[in-house]
């Protein structure tokens, strides 16, 4: 499977094109793909490398220069000391990062803690940690831990879940068959407890504590989550363990007891709360805890940096070294037909399975059990002329696609004028004029699907100098299914939130930062260059947080203060990207022969059993199912290698997405 053939099948995997929200160019494989991907081939070149290295401790002072100008903390709350409220999460950022809110599809069955009185930087912090089982119906509550202020512990629970109990994660959680067996509190008896503890003005605090009220099934509105207080670069976190001992120099979750401790843990989390608030931002952009955690990862992985006064760069770790350095194992699924370098790696727990539909059924199975794990489906190979085809027709698909065919026009019509509006929907790749007919038409191919899309739904059955024009596609056999195909694009995961503009200026992006409060929730803008010239091109995409963010940029844009031309996307970058780089397809391949009667059965019949349609349907099923079984909160990556072969190469695609992600 490459990218060419998940746009040859597109319509097929309905599924992965809605589920997955980021997708990206892979380029083409090597002789070992999985033994690459997770980092094999660097393992066994390196040896075997040590948990723990000699030397001074990973807290050690870094005498590094701090620029604290660009330290993410002092970024988002200056340098002055704050107070409690401007450390709590917004409704917007609870939104972002997914706790449960009220209104939610997700949170209908959650319990309010009724906590609605005005926050003041004096009112009460109360820490919280949860530990979790895994269940018949995902992750259930097993511990719940509440911390007052001064550290004293108002509730410590063990919590008995609804459902059968499949992993009692007891190397996280500590909980173990025996220790539960006897309790009998359940998870609302813990709700109602909790909304009777906590005042009308209670601030939870909290280390990723989305997962906690998750747990808990319970919504609460004033929340510091230290993983986001103490702000880490690109996004990421640092553990607790880490601040407990960078911040308050005590070691936590030690690794000779079994489990973690929950109340410990809630009470670290207060007592960095506490600490952010009493010295304030600089205080701890000073200690420069992006070098400590980078030289602590040094640490676990055992290489020592060669200068210790300079700040070491996160280092490019494999998966297998990862999950080494804490002890866990990766579980490998595929058919005992497919041979792979992975399977006899000592740190790889390998399962052979006879067919696709056994690694499915022991992938919903054991994957629970593991940290991450590889499902490897395989298919018989296509053909390479078959392939060949497939790419032929693949570029002749979107090049007439990006074509209509516009008219009548009179004879006497203007062609100059007539260009300039035509343009005006996106950059064209060639304009011709047809004389076959009885009046005069136009045949515009345009560089993007966008342009040619806004055209029909723009000048469609307009008035253009007198006479009522037509815009529409070439009615060939592989545009049949053509507005289909652009409807399913438009709601694809990842166009959803990124609108294409035609008309842009070369002062745009300028235009665009002066008025950037009007565009609220603006990620990403795409601004493409000609590649011969180097000079921007007239039109652009720009990527939004969300859909309504989108339309409401879109009719901005369109409006009178603007006047530009746009819609919503249909072309995903890392698609758009690749249809640039096709060459042009000067003849159009021959097109399905029209089978004489004694042959219509049997044509139908090939297509139900063996087309690669039929393949493509079921592989995407598989994952589909696959996908439904996982936890809430598991990262998925669908991987298509790609081909690289004597007949050619074909780049693989990428799709990524977290379970349930909103």
């Avoid at 993410?72 to 409704?91: A, S």
């Avoid at 009522?468 to 990842?494: A, F, G, M, W």
């Avoid at 003849?587 to 087309?611: C, N, T, W």
């Amino acid at each position: 499977m490459s990218q060419l053939h998940f746009y040859k099948f597109y319509l097929e995997f309905g599924f992965l094109r809605r589920a997955f929200r980021h997708k990206f160019r892979l380029p083409p494989p090597s002789s070992d793909f999985l033994a690459d991907i997770i980092g094999l081939q660097k393992k066994q070149t390196s040896g075997d490398l040590p948990r723990t290295m000699e030397g001074s401790s990973p807290f050690a002072s870094l005498k590094a220069s701090i620029n604290l100008q660009n330290d993410p903390i002092i970024q988002k709350f200056g340098f002055n000391r704050v107070g409690l409220t401007r450390c709590l999460l917004t409704k917007e950022e609870m939104k972002t990062f997914h706790f449960p809110l009220q209104g939610f599809s997700d949170c209908e069955n959650f319990v309010p803690t009724k906590c609605s009185g005005s926050v003041m930087d004096n009112s009460p912090l109360f820490g919280l940690d949860c530990e979790m089982c895994l269940t018949s119906k995902g992750r259930e509550l097993t511990r719940i831990s509440l911390v007052a202020e001064g550290g004293c512990c108002v509730m410590d629970e063990l919590v008995k879940p609804d459902n059968e109990i499949l992993n009692y994660l007891t190397s996280f959680s500590g909980i173990t068959k025996k220790i539960l067996n006897p309790v009998t509190t359940k998870l609302k008896d813990v709700q109602r407890r909790l909304k009777a503890l906590l005042p009308p003005d209670a601030v939870l605090v909290g280390h990723s504590l989305d997962l906690d009220l998750r747990a808990l099934k319970m919504i609460h509105p004033y929340v510091i989550d230290t993983s986001l207080l103490y702000v880490r670069e690109q996004g990421r976190r640092f553990k607790l363990k880490f601040l407990a001992k960078a911040i308050l120099g005590k070691d936590i979750q030690c690794p000779h007891r079994i489990g973690h401790d929950a109340t410990e843990d809630a009470r670290t989390s207060l007592e960095l709360a506490r600490y952010f608030l009493k010295y304030g931002p600089k205080k701890i952009a000073e200690l420069n805890l992006e070098a400590l955690a980078s030289r602590q990862e040094v640490h676990a992985a055992g290489q020592e940096p060669r200068n210790k006064t300079e700040v070491v760069q996160q280092p490019n770790t494999s998966v297998l070294e990862c999950l080494d350095s804490v002890g866990q194992k990766l579980l490998f699924l595929t058919r005992e037909t497919d041979a792979s370098e992975l399977s006899s790696s000592r740190n790889c727990q390998s399962i052979k399975c006879l067919s696709n539909k056994e690694v499915l059924e022991q992938a919903r199975v054991e994957i629970p059990l593991f940290p991450f794990s590889i499902v490897q489906f395989s298919f018989e190979p296509f053909s390479p002329s078959l392939t060949e085809e497939m790419n032929k027709r693949m570029r002749v698909k979107w090049s007439e696609m990006s074509t209509v065919y516009v008219g009548p026009f009179s004879k006497n019509c203007n062609l100059k004028v007539l260009k300039r509006l035509f343009k005006s929907f996106g950059p064209v790749r060639s304009m011709t004029l047809v004389l076959e007919t009885h009046q005069p038409h136009l045949c515009i191919q345009y560089e993007v699907l966008e342009a040619a899309q806004l055209a029909i739904e723009t000048l469609d059955g307009v008035l253009v100098e007198g006479i009522c024009i037509k815009v529409q596609r070439p009615v060939t056999e592989l545009t049949l299914d053509c507005d289909t195909l652009v409807n399913e694009l438009e709601q694809d995961s990842e166009n959803q939130g990124t609108v294409y503009l035609s008309g842009v200026s070369e002062t745009f992006r300028e235009h665009l930062l002066q008025q950037s409060t009007l565009f609220f929730g603006l990620e990403a803008v795409i601004l493409p260059k000609d590649l011969k010239s180097g000079k921007q091109k007239k039109y652009c995409f720009l990527k939004f947080r969300t859909f309504g963010s989108a339309q409401r940029a879109l009719n901005i844009f369109t409006g009178k203060d603007w006047k530009l031309k746009g819609r919503h996307a249909l072309t995903p970058r890392h698609l758009h990207a690749w249809l640039r780089g096709l060459p042009p397809e000067s003849r159009r391949p021959p097109g399905i022969r029209v089978l004489p009667p004694p042959s219509e059965q049997q044509a139908l019949q090939v297509l139900k059993m063996d087309h690669p349609k039929i393949a493509a349907w079921r592989w995407g099923r598989k994952i589909g199912k696959l996908y439904h079984s996982l936890c809430p909160g598991t990262l998925c990556l669908i991987l298509l290698p790609g081909t690289k072969s004597a007949h050619g190469s074909l780049s693989g695609l990428g799709l990524m997405g977290i379970k349930d992600e909103e």
